[in-house]
């Protein structure tokens, strides 16, 4: 009889146990959909970047601060526009919905220090425009018709040290056209938490990523991110090793 009335008690028990456990939503893929938005004035374009931070992996938001990206419940979000404070999501502890809506108010950059000249930051469309029109100062070179119009002349711009050290110029402002862009673009990826780049290191990876001027050209703003976080992956592990 004792025994009997062990095995009824300890039946609801076992049953309470079983469905107490909760289900593990955490790696369960998730959709953000939100909206940034600046309420003490109208802009007219948010210049807006969403990064996954656990996996380092983001996407462009949309010209009118919207924007969908799909994560794992346990990812932590960042969310930057350039202007403004990163704010930072995560669902990690929330009831588990297969789509989340939020809206995220956004608040000024405030900086306090010595009275410096700020010059405004380019926007990735206004970037891209630049990349488009990099083009390199013509000056004279020697052609075979010049050469024998003016055999005197196409001598000259051949080897006069003058000739020689406009072309020097033309291909070194062409050079520092492209690097200067580059720079401005390193910028935004650095203030969206996509790249850690110290200051002193915006010149070294420049040099190390060696862009093709078409591909900087032509190349959407995916495909350009792309190119420079693989790129800045090889220049971290090198400078780790140094």
């Known amino acids: ?127 891209k425009e630049e990349r488009a029109q990099i083009a390199k100062r013509e000056v004279p070179v020697v052609t075979v018709e010049n050469a024998i119009q003016s055999p005197i002349t196409a001598l000259y711009v051949a080897f006069s040290k003058r000739e020689k050290t406009k072309r020097l110029v033309a291909e070194m402002e062409y050079k520092d056209k492209q690097a200067d862009i580059l720079r401005e673009i390193l910028k935004i990826y650095v203030n969206a938490d996509i790249l850690t780049l110290k200051d002193n290191e915006f010149e070294e990876f420049i040099s190390f990523l060696n862009i093709n001027t078409e591909f900087l050209k032509t190349a959407t703003d995916y495909e350009l991110i792309t190119y420079i976080q693989g790129k800045y992956e090889h220049f971290a592990k090198i400078k780790e090793g140094f």
């Open 1 to 127: 009889m004792k025994t009997f009335l062990f095995i009824l008690l300890s039946i609801p028990l076992f049953g309470l146990s079983q469905t107490d456990q909760k289900p593990n939503y955490n790696d369960s893929l998730i959709t953000v959909k939100g909206v940034v938005k600046d309420t003490s004035y109208d802009v007219g374009f948010y210049n807006t970047v969403v990064m996954n931070k656990s996996i380092g992996k983001g996407i462009f938001g949309e010209y009118d601060g919207s924007f969908s990206i799909s994560v794992q419940k346990k990812h932590k979000i960042g969310i930057s526009v350039v202007g403004y404070q990163t704010i930072y999501i995560s669902f990690k502890d929330s009831a588990y919905k297969p789509v989340y809506n939020v809206e995220l108010f956004l608040q000024s950059l405030e900086y306090v220090g010595e009275e410096v000249i700020v010059h405004p930051q380019k926007t990735l469309e206004q970037l």
